[in-house]
């Protein structure tokens, strides 16, 4: 393995290292902006350049693989100079708009034009000019004038989405970023572009002057959009309203953006995924506890008379959501397991097929865990069916946390035949409805807990707000019900408690704890078949 020293520090690194990467693995920091570590090495932007002992001129560090022997120079007058001529011509036409650019704040170029640059500038003729906000896709603008041609959009296009949509055109400084004629930039995972942007040429619509990056709070957390379970960061922060506007005055969600997981998503996350908090935010939400449908009482009423209910039947059918938290349904198999009679089943939410990187036909967050926490093969149809029977006393629905078209239900018919229902969710869909007791539960984004993707790896889920409604953790009504009910609860306060619970009982979280699931997650047991 070589052996080589970067600024007087002496390291030994795999074969194959790049000088950029060993000095990474330093903690110390070279400048660059083509270089991502999920695509390959194109070198163009020339920002990373070095000093390597003996080397006739300056190398770039982001393709120079280390080699044993080799002495590195980061940080002296040459390489400094070097960085301040980058700078200077990535700049001569760039645009001064940093004001209204929603990259400030987290724009490369600005960070290194104050850490790298000269602090002047010496060209007094007129910047060039080009398009401004230009429509290339369903989620994205360009502004060819603040690109600075690092080429990473191109290179995703063309290695991790494979499809091709964005290229150079022109040539010499009136070279542009572009699309294709006739294309436009509408893959699944478009959104990825801009999160690699080093500047402002590429923007999410969505996200778009909606706030300023300084005030957001972001939250490490999974999408629950399909069984992947990808790691993202959810921002929430106030609304924008003027640029003199001061302070977080609300915590909407803003914007969802991948987080890096090489086991889980790598470093991309797909569209559909990045904007599902879109269908949390429009759905109408359950505010209240009602008993029945269209009737508010306060909570405990609410919780007494949901006890009485399941508690008085001797038949009854229960209908999960798959996106769920781990914990939730931990404890109300618990408090199921001490009614009789119980028909059990998990709700599939199937759309379109799986793709060769992220998207997966399953879009249950938390089937797998459902698949281990049960263990029942019945699905919904099975409770639909004996509810259309006349088999049911009850029916308990635990709505979906993301997306009222996503929970569970009862149609008409089968509704008529079953006394009561007992609708536990976030939202007002078809089962709150009709539900002769309904109870606001915490949505995706408004509890802790964990989930486990379809690979089994699991992973905590984070409260990235405060609940729109009364609504609690699903786990906590769970308990309140059961304590209604007189029946034996745990005294759980703490997702963390739920999550040692469960890994206590249920044998493929066993050996997991809530602190070494950490912000990436670990494997848990035996796979099942969700």
């Not at 001490?338 to 992220?358: F, N």
């Not at 069916?385 to 049911?392: I, K, N």
Request: proline share 5%; glycine share 10%; aromatic share 6%.
């Amino acid at each position: 393995m070589p052996k080589l020293t970067i600024d007087g520090a002496e390291m030994e690194v795999a074969p194959g290292t790049t000088i950029l990467q060993a000095a990474q693995s330093l903690r110390r920091e070279i400048p660059y902006y083509c270089y991502h570590a999920g695509l390959s090495i194109a070198g163009n932007c020339r920002m990373c350049l070095v000093e390597v002992e003996k080397a006739p001129k300056l190398v770039i560090g982001c393709a120079t693989p280390a080699a044993d022997g080799m002495v590195v120079r980061t940080q002296n007058e040459r390489v400094k100079e070097a960085q301040r001529a980058v700078m200077e011509f990535l700049l001569i036409n760039h645009p001064l708009d940093c004001p209204i650019c929603d990259q400030a704040g987290e724009c490369r170029l600005q960070e290194y034009a104050v850490e790298y640059g000269s602090g002047v500038s010496r060209t007094v003729e007129p910047r060039l000019t080009s398009n401004k906000a230009i429509d290339i896709g369903e989620h994205i603008l360009l502004d060819q004038e603040r690109c600075i041609q690092c080429s990473r959009c191109i290179r995703f296009c063309d290695e991790v989405s494979k499809t091709g949509e964005l290229a150079f055109f022109k040539r010499g400084e009136k070279t542009v970023i572009g699309i294709y004629p006739g294309k436009r930039l509408d893959n699944l995972y478009s959104g990825n572009t801009a999160d690699i942007c080093p500047v402002g040429a590429l923007t999410v619509k969505e996200f778009r002057f909606q706030t300023r990056v300084w005030y957001l709070k972001n939250t490490p957390s999974i999408c629950a959009g399909c069984a992947r379970g990808c790691n993202v960061m959810v921002a929430t922060g106030k609304q924008q309203t003027s640029m003199t506007t001061r302070g977080q005055i609300d915590d909407r969600i803003k914007r969802v953006v991948p987080r890096v997981n090489d086991a889980v998503n790598g470093f991309w996350i797909c569209d559909p995924g990045r904007l599902s908090y879109k269908r949390l935010d429009a759905a109408p939400r359950l505010a209240r506890a009602h008993a029945p449908a269209g009737s508010e009482v306060e909570w405990d009423d609410g919780v007494r008379r949901a006890a009485e209910a399941l508690k008085g039947a001797r038949r009854i059918g229960v209908l999960v959501s798959p996106r769920l938290t781990s914990e939730t349904m931990f404890a109300w198999r618990e408090l199921l397991e001490s009614l009789s009679g119980v028909t059990l089943g998990v709700r599939r939410v199937e759309e379109g097929e799986d793709d060769e990187l992220l998207i997966r036909r399953d879009k249950g967050a938390n089937s797998q865990g459902a698949a281990w926490i049960f263990s029942n093969d019945a699905g919904e149809q099975a409770v639909v069916d004996a509810a259309g029977r006349g088999e049911l006393d009850a029916v308990l629905v635990l709505g979906d946390p993301l997306d009222p078209e996503d929970s569970p239900r009862l149609p008409e018919a089968a509704r008529s035949k079953v006394g009561s229902v007992i609708y536990v969710g976030a939202f007002v869909d078809a089962a709150a409805g009709s539900a002769t007791v309904a109870l606001p539960a915490a949505a995706w984004s408004e509890e802790d807990g964990s989930i486990v993707n379809f690979e089994g790896h699991v992973q905590r889920v984070a409260r990235a707000h405060m609940p729109r409604t009364e609504g609690r953790p699903g786990w906590r009504v769970a308990l309140e019900i059961a304590a209604a009910a007189g029946l034996d609860a745990p005294t759980w306060t703490e997702a963390s408690e739920a999550f040692a619970a469960l890994a206590a009982t249920v044998e493929p979280f066993d050996g997991l704890t809530w602190d070494g699931l950490g912000l990436l997650g670990a494997r848990g047991g035996a796979r099942a078949t969700a």
